[in-house]
């Protein structure tokens, strides 16, 4: 260390100056130079680290808003995958219906189907219920069973119009009547079904078809008087349901009323024009 009053160098540790006699405790010791001491950082103050700490996203709310952004994706998939499903279908839909080849091959389904129908009922005409519960009158079913195909119930559909020629033996004495039953097909059930009631014409009387008005009449001519008296039945549209309570009138109007083209069951050249897709209504009638 150096003396501070006369300059003397004197050993570290010293008291007292060796040269002079100056007293060293007191004194500020001049050492060698020591490099100064590396400043530390100042830490930040305290609003810049709460400035800090408030910026920084919560986990919590990342998590949250993670979910919720692939909650909206997957929702977004789905309707684009709906729309898509929905689009393809109504083309398929259209592209069938538009089709003119698969139309006419589900109509000549259709029509092989009723063929296939009308043709057993014909294979069995003996087996249709003519003559219905509650009547107590005896027929003598041997005579000719006829059919014709028509569209009575104006749905685009033949129906089977069967008749018998029948004796029936009344307190009167015995009558020749035709009677007259209309099979329709019922897709549910996928059988022929009768439909309305037995429907008599005495030998009298004249059978006749309105498709018009979606019935058979009867119609006989009074020989006293010459007047015409028709009874129609308005056949319902559902199959299997009671017919309407005959309905009589006194008309001399030909215009509605039409005499059916009937056949043996034996010929089944109407079946075969049906399951050919060549039948027609108009030929049904007179």
């Keep these: 260390m150096i003396c501070p009053q006369c300059g003397a160098k004197t050993p570290d540790g010293s008291s007292f100056c060796k040269a002079c006699g100056t007293s060293l405790v007191d004194a500020n010791p001049i050492s060698s130079a020591q490099p100064p001491a590396a400043s530390q950082p100042q830490p930040a103050s305290q609003p810049h680290a709460r400035q800090a700490q408030l910026e920084r996203p919560a986990p919590a709310q990342d998590n949250m808003s993670v979910n919720l952004t ?33 139309v006419a091959s589900s109509e000549q389904a259709t029509n092989a189907r009723l063929a296939d129908a009308y043709s057993q009922v014909l294979d069995n005409i003996q087996s249709v219920e003519f003559v219905q ?21 104006d749905d685009g559909t033949p129906d089977l119009l ?33 439909i309305g009631n037995t429907i008599h014409a005495g030998s009298s009387a004249k059978m006749v078809v309105t498709p018009d008005l979606h019935g058979i ?35 001399t109007n030909e215009a ?27 030929e049904a009638i007179n």
């Design 133 to 153: 519960g509650g009547d107590e009158t005896a027929y003598d079913m041997s005579g000719a069973y006829r059919y014709t195909l028509i569209d009575l119930r």
């Design 70 to 102: 692939r909650f909206l994706i997957i929702v977004a998939i789905s309707l684009s995958l709906i729309v898509v499903i929905l689009i393809v279908a109504t083309v398929a839909i259209h592209s069938n219906a538009s089709n003119p080849a698969q």
């Design 217 to 251: 009449a009867v119609r006989s001519t009074d020989p006293k008087t010459g007047r015409t008296l028709t009874t129609r039945y308005t056949l319902k549209e559902k199959a299997g349901a009671e017919e309407n309570a005959p309905e009589q009138e006194d008309t």
């Design 256 to 282: 509605d009323y039409h005499t059916p083209n009937l056949v043996s069951v034996d010929d089944r050249s109407l079946i075969d024009r049906l399951r050919e897709g060549t039948w027609s209504n108009n």
């Design 162 to 194: 069967v008749t018998a020629d029948a004796t029936a033996h009344t307190e009167r004495g015995e009558v020749d009547c035709t009677l007259t039953r209309v099979m329709v097909f019922d897709e549910e059930s996928d059988q022929t079904v009768p």
